[in-house]
Structures are given as structure tokens and as C-alpha cells.
């Protein structure tokens, strides 16, 4: 998978050289279309979500193993709303095989992140909610999804990014199911600590942390 990169991004100057005199019909028609389209897209930017604040985020943190070690370490609550910057830390992180994020939010959605190397893996437990939340928004810029439904309660992203770790896709559908249960996502995400092997050490960081 490509890794999340602004670097890969280049900009165009789709501006043109403009002489004097008084503007043609056609000039004037295109300077309306610009306008129009200004409009729109001023009206697309206030429809993003707004950043999550620190009562709504139940916790963001990361796991990995150092020299075969469970490690478990709380992340800026920030990065709960910005994966790319989210990304740039998991990789800093000295995991033998990478590491792992997870973001929960008001007890309802939770994004997992794998970093390993360029290697970037992500899943949003629910779809829907990239319309209310800035980091399941970039989750579904960065797989690609702009047309989102907002009925649509369904994962978003790689269900088998933790399937070389013990965590098939089919037992992390059923951690998603739970949410339907009425389970809070922070639970969730301990249940998916304790299936990875590393229950213990996530829950003091969330005890020490975000209780």
C-alpha cells in the first residue's frame, strides 16, 4: 500500500498570462464558472468535521515490541484528529515490526493504524463517521472513499491489517459487531489489546492516562 506522503503531491499553476483591454463575453462567462465554483467549494469546506475535543477523545495510543518486549505508550490527544501527523509518530516509534495506533472517540468509533516502514494499513469501524470526525475523514481521503454514506454502519479500510499478528478479518468484524451491542469503543479496542497480547500494558497507559 502507498504510503501517506504530502511529498507525492505536487501543485499546478493553472493561472494564464492576461493582456489588457476590456474582457470578452467568453472571459466573462468563465470568470462567472470560476465564482460559482469558489462558492461551492467554500460551501464544501464547511461542511468538514470539526476536530474532536479532549472530553469527546477517549484515548489515542500506540503499541509495538522492542527486543520482543510488549510496549504500550499514550499519544498527544491531538493526533486523534490528524492521521497524517498520527503516522509520522507510529513511525518513529522503535517496534521491531513497526507499530500499531488507536484512536476512540466518544465512545462510539475507533481507528487502528498500522505503520511498518512505508507500509501504512488503516481501518474506521464505522464508514459513516468520516462525516463527523476529522481523522476517519483522512482515513477515507487516504483509502480513496469520497462518496460517503452517512447511513452506511459499516468498517472502512483493511479488515486484515492485524491478520499476521493473530487478528483474522473475521475476529475483527466481530470486535466491530460489538459496537452494535452497545459496547463503548474504548472497550473495544482493549478487547483488541488482549487478542494482540498486550491487554496489561495498554490498560495501565489507560489508566494512567485518559481515566
Known amino acids: 500500500m502507498s504510503d501517506y506522503d ?26 462567472a464558472e470560476d465564482s460559482d ?3 461551492d467549494e467554500d460551501d464544501e469546506l464547511d461542511d468538514e468535521p470539526e476536530d474532536a475535543e479532549d472530553d469527546e477523545i477517549d484515548l489515542v495510543l500506540a503499541v509495538y515490541r522492542e527486543d520482543g518486549v510488549a510496549v504500550a505508550r499514550a499519544l498527544p490527544k491531538e493526533l486523534a484528529n490528524d492521521l497524517e501527523e498520527l503516522i509520522v509518530q507510529l513511525r518513529r516509534l522503535p517496534g521491531d515490526a513497526g507499530a500499531i495506533g488507536f484512536v476512540s472517540l466518544v465512545g462510539e468509533v475507533f481507528v487502528i493504524v498500522r ?18 470526525w476529522p481523522i476517519a475523514r483522512d482515513v477515507a481521503d487516504y483509502l480513496g472513499e469520497s462518496d460517503i454514506d452517512e447511513d452506511e454502519a459499516e468498517p472502512l479500510g483493511d479488515l486484515g491489517l492485524l491478520a ?48
Not at 14 to 30: C, I, N, Q, Y
Not at 115 to 129: E, H, I, N, P
Not at 171 to 198: Q, T
Open 6 to 31: 504530502v511529498d507525492d503531491y505536487e501543485s499546478f499553476d493553472l493561472g494564464r498570462a492576461g493582456g489588457s483591454g476590456t474582457p470578452s463575453r467568453r472571459e466573462a462567462d468563465a470568470a
Open 37 to 39: 465554483f469558489d462558492e
Open 115 to 132: 505503520v511498518r516502514g512505508r507500509m501504512v494499513q488503516t481501518l474506521v469501524s464505522d464508514a459513516a463517521s468520516a462525516t463527523e
Open 164 to 211: 499476521d499478528v493473530g487478528i483474522s478479518e473475521l475476529d475483527l468484524e466481530g470486535f466491530v459487531a460489538e459496537l452494535d451491542d452497545d459496547a463503548d469503543s474504548d472497550e473495544v479496542v482493549l478487547d483488541i489489546a488482549d487478542k494482540l497480547g498486550v491487554g496489561r500494558e495498554v490498560r495501565r497507559v489507560v489508566d494512567a492516562e485518559f481515566a
